[in-house]
């Protein structure tokens, strides 16, 4: 340094970033007799507290070349990053997650539904999925020396439905029963079988109730009804008859309602038309060719872009989108078309909210109980028969907690879905016509003239129309 009286740091500045990773020197005052060697330096970073990953090469060039590091800041210590931790997963033997293949429509307008459902079968015994658990993170040090700590990761849960069983170390799942793999609501893992009927659904057959996938290579006829738990196939026709399935329903040769039946999905319906009919879908609905006179309702999209692709009276609703060629038609017949509001998730919500209310009651009577045996306890008058009891209230007091989360976690969910209409839109890839009314989320706007290649959507709190294509 010059021999002027002046201290190191008058003219150099030693700073950190903000996550204290990296220390800088900078430069404050370019005298020209100024000079400092690497030991000064050194002393100028150990006054900062800097302890951690200093670069003496750095600081003997700088030292050295003084003139070269006086305009800009030079990185003179570098901490050591810490290692976040994995979270972990689920490692899945069969892709249950596989987006479904939408149907393959022929030249002349029929739909071939052969290869849109995947069966993933299953032997007694067989894994299904395996746990891989979560990894710890290194912790990291800053250049003060300050240890700096890690996320860790989060484990991953099976969630087990139906005739699937774990290791005592909940580390596989594993098939109870011959079957199907089949994911349900709210993403259970069950195995379900799944049973065939050769014919029509009628007199000779009666109405099925069945725990698992149903297959008809026929009809169903008017008044009968099929219930199953995983996914229902149709070969041929459903007419005015009850189909309700927790997975998908397909149905080839299409829906004659009558106004009567119902078919009902808690994921997806694929058909290739539905008239008078009453169709409800979890997640999508699917039409080819047309949907005539009929109440739908998806807690996702209605789609109808087939040959036709024709939507023309009834209700449709779906909580995010409605796809067609052609909706109403030139007698202006009514046809009102919603999104942007589901329903059954109205419903779910205000089940969800009396159960946590009943919940947190529990809560504060098992911990009321379990204060007055810890005071108890203190004193010395915990009996054998009080010390279970103490346990056992624990054990509770634990899994009301975990239901309580979860509960909580499924409401956000479902206000969040209900407060985002901003994404609801209906989009018609040929003509709309008079007479059709349009709803979003709590707006409407009734179509006055037939218009063409049209998408309908909220902007600033109206439904606007613009260019669909």
């Known amino acids: 340094m010059s021999e002027k009286a002046l201290p190191l740091d008058y003219y150099v500045n030693v700073s950190l970033s903000q996550d204290k990773m990296e220390a800088y020197i900078h430069f404050t005052d370019n005298d020209e007799d100024f000079s400092c060697s690497t030991a000064q330096l050194e ?51 069969y892709d ?8 393959l429509e022929r030249e002349d ?5 052969k290869e849109v459902t995947s069966i993933h079968n299953v032997r ?13 993170g290194t912790e990291g040090r800053a250049v003060t020396g300050e240890t700096l700590f890690p996320r860790k990761g989060k484990e991953a849960r099976f969630k087990l439905g139906k005739h699937v069983v774990t290791d005592p170390e909940q580390t596989a799942i594993y098939a109870a029963i011959d079957g199907v793999v089949v994911k349900t609501d709210r993403d259970k893992i069950n195995v379900f079988p799944i049973y065939e009927v050769n014919g029509d659904v009628d007199f000779n057959v009666g109405n099925i109730s069945f725990v698992g996938t149903v297959v008809i290579r026929g009809n169903v006829h008017p008044g009968f009804s099929i219930k199953a738990a995983g996914d229902i196939r149709v070969t041929g026709g459903v007419e005015a008859a009850e189909l309700e399935a927790e997975g998908s329903i397909e149905i080839s040769a299409g829906i004659l309602g009558q106004n009567k039946g119902l078919v009902k999905a808690g994921k997806n319906v694929k058909s290739s038309f539905i008239q008078d009919g009453i169709v409800e879908a979890g997640e999508d609905i699917i039409v080819s060719q047309s949907i005539m006179h009929s109440m739908l309702r998806a807690g996702r999209t209605v789609v109808c872009q087939g040959t036709k692709g024709l939507i023309v009276g009834g209700t449709i609703q779906a909580g995010d989108k409605v796809v067609a060629r052609t909706i109403g038609n030139s007698m202006s ?25 009943s919940q947190m009651e529990n809560l504060d009577k098992t911990e009321k109980a379990l204060t007055l045996l810890d005071q108890m306890a203190a004193a ?20 009301v907690q975990d239901e309580l989360g979860l509960i909580k976690e499924e409401i956000f969910q479902i206000e969040k879905s209900l407060e985002d209409i901003s994404l609801a839109t209906v989009m018609v890839g040929s003509m709309i016509y008079s007479g059709t009314k349009i709803v979003i989320g709590r707006y409407t706007r009734f179509v006055k003239d037939t218009v063409s290649r049209v998408c309908f959507k909220i902007e600033n709190g109206d439904i606007v129309m613009s260019a669909s294509f």
């Open 43 to 93: 002393e100028l970073l150990s006054n900062n507290h800097i302890v951690l990953g200093i670069n003496r090469d750095v600081l003997k060039q700088i030292s050295s070349n003084l003139a070269h590091y006086l305009s800009d800041k030079t990185v003179v210590a570098t901490g050591i990053a810490p290692q976040e931790g994995k979270d972990g997963y689920i490692e899945w033997l």
């Open 124 to 136: 007694k015994g067989q894994i299904i999925a395996k746990r891989i658990p979560a990894e710890d």
């Open 96 to 103: 249950l997650d596989k987006k479904e293949k939408r149907p």
């Open 380 to 399: 010395g008058q915990l009996t054998p028969e009080r010390l279970g009891m103490r346990i056992k209230l624990g054990h509770t007091k634990k899994q």
């Open 333 to 357: 017949t009514a046809t009102n078309i919603e999104v942007g509001v589901v329903p059954e998730l109205r419903n779910r919500l205000i089940q969800l909210r009396s159960h946590i209310r």
């Open 109 to 113: 307008g029929t739909v071939d539904y």
